[in-house]
């Protein structure tokens, strides 16, 4: 007798959850569905939208790419800092290696004189 209870609690539990988890959610009356949690975005920078990666309503995490903006503006000046940067780098190397052999030679053939009469040169406070 106790097996045949159980039984039919059993089955009246699985009747009940077949009838119960197959009814459709119908709300009678206005009704509001609300977001969990609500952000505006903004850029950082301005510029116009190139390709928007989600769409309204979609879920997701910070760091992920919402939007690309195009580059098209920005992309001349960044070539002409790159290019500055590429100039200054070849100055400071000119600067680090000294003056050429044939820049010497050819400042020693021009001023032959400053040479010699820089160390001969008696200045005031010596004397």
Known sequence: MP????????????LAFLILGHL???????????????ADVRASVEGIIEK?????????????????????DLLPTL?????????????????VAGPQPKRSQWSRQRCPKARTSIGTRKTNWQD
């Open 3 to 14: 097996r045949r209870i159980a039984w039919s609690v059993v089955a009246a539990a699985a």
């Open 24 to 38: 459709d959610l119908r709300v009678s009356g206005p009704f509001s569905i609300l977001p969990v949690e609500n």
């Open 52 to 72: 928007i990666s989600v769409d309204e309503g979609d879920h997701v995490n910070g760091g992920d790419l919402i939007a690309r903006l195009s580059d098209k």
């Open 79 to 95: 070539r002409q800092t790159e290019a500055q940067i590429r100039e200054t780098r070849a100055k400071l190397q000119m600067l």
